[in-house]
């Protein structure tokens, strides 16, 4: 009689190195989300953009940044503040997304 355990095969478990892989992903965007969150700030913030409107502009921002082929959007602070404001000014009461100086 043959000893049961000589039947049967060690298999890999391949779930410990999916779990790791997809960890490792959600740290990955995590990170791109922060930097992309970081840099609509800053953006933001050097074109007078009034802070109520940053987290708005920032979530835009990090759309663009995902669909972009090199993973980030670069151009003109302001124009992409304006291109998001035309896109979106429909949904507040305010003529302008810039601070004004009253």
Same mark, same amino acid.
């Given at each position: 009689? /043959?000893?049961?355990?000589?039947?049967?095969?060690?298999?890999?478990?391949?779930?410990?190195?999916?779990?790791? @892989?997809?960890?490792?992903?959600?740290?990955?965007?995590?990170?791109?989300?922060?930097?992309?969150?970081? /840099?609509?700030?800053?953006?933001?913030?050097?074109?007078?953009?009034?802070?109520?409107?940053?987290?708005?502009?920032?979530?835009? @921002?990090?759309?663009?940044?995902?669909?972009?082929?090199?993973?980030?959007?670069?151009?003109?602070?302001?124009?992409?503040?304006?291109?998001?404001?035309?896109?979106?000014? @429909?949904?507040?009461?305010?003529?302008?997304?810039?601070?004004?100086?009253?």
């Amino acid at each position: 009689m /043959r000893n049961s355990h000589e039947n049967h095969q060690i298999i890999d478990n391949p779930l410990p190195n999916q779990i790791m @892989y997809e960890l490792d992903n959600l740290f990955i965007n995590e990170k791109f989300e922060e930097h992309c969150i970081d /840099r609509a700030k800053e953006i933001a913030q050097d074109n007078n953009l009034s802070p109520d409107y940053y987290d708005y502009f920032a979530e835009y @921002y990090t759309e663009l940044c995902r669909e972009s082929d090199e993973g980030y959007f670069f151009c003109n602070g302001k124009d992409v503040i304006n291109d998001w404001w035309d896109q979106n000014k @429909y949904l507040y009461d305010d003529q302008t997304p810039y601070i004004t100086i009253k």
